[in-house]
């Protein structure tokens, strides 16, 4: 029960990775905030799956890519849950093209939400942290940003920015006892990959070392490690967590 008595509050928390994240937090203690954007059935259906563990657990409706309702959705967490502990970023989009096709609102869109909103959701719950002198920030970046990838130059770039910034919020942070990691996932299946031609899935799962496709609980496990105490020590890292694929 590492995480008893925490609240963690995980974006993009109603399905996929992002919810194979919460149910690993709640399973573990955590009062958990999930927040979502698409489907309210979704949220509602997540919201009944975690609250068999036994812990606190609400959705909250909220676009991180917007500023001032990713604030109010921080501070109404805080209010209702009486602190945070764990900032989980794991909202992400996808608008694949080659950028000869790219444009400008594809590009912009994924950058919103994959990055800005990284940066929404740190930035709202940054002083928290500084005064409770405690804090787990994990976001999820990608293999993409370490290696760029043909058709995803908007996607790679905000897994990029992702990196930098957790970087750097690390460093500003590391003093006050809160630690910034990312996790760098492969090819995991979710909806996200779902929608891949079964050619271009055969293509990358036969180049995984380790010759499976990725679950969403092994992204979980190491979101997990890294918002726990035994990472104390470990921040501005970047875990790829992705089976061998861009070793
Ligand atoms: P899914 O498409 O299954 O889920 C994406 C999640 O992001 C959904 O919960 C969705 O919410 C949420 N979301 C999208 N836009 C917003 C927004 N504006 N505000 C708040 N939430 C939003 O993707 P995965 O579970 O596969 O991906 C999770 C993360 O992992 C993403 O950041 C993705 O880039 C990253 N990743 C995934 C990989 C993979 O192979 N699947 C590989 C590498 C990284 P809602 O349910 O409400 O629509």
Known sequence: MRFENKTAVVTGGSR????????KLA???ANIAILYVGDENEGIKAKEEL???????????????????????VDQVIEEFGSIE?????????RDKL????????????????LKG????????????????????????SIVGLTGNAGQ???SASKAGIIGLTKSVAKELAGRGVTANAVAPGYIATDMTSVLPDKVKDAMKAQIPAKRIGTPDDVADVVAF????????????????????AM
């Open 16 to 23: 996929g990775i992002g919810l194979a994240i919460a149910t």
């Open 226 to 245: 890294l918002c726990s105490d035994d990472a104390a020590y470990v921040t501005g890292e970047v875990i790829r967590v992705d089976g061998g694929l």
């Open 51 to 73: 609250s068999q563990y036994g812990t606190k657990v609400e959705q909250y409706f909220c676009d991180v890519s917007n500023f001032e309702e990713s604030k109010k959705v």
């Open 118 to 141: 990284t940066f929404n959701m740190i930035k709202h719950t940054y002083k928290h942290f500084m005064k409770k002198r405690y804090g787990r920030i994990c976001s999820t970046a």
């Open 86 to 94: 764990i900032l989980v970023n794991n909202a992400g989009i996808t």
């Open 27 to 29: 399973k573990e203690g």
């Open 99 to 114: 950028v000869l096709n790219m444009d400008e609102k594809d590009f912009d869109a994924v950058i919103n939400v994959n």
């Open 153 to 155: 130059a908007n996607y």
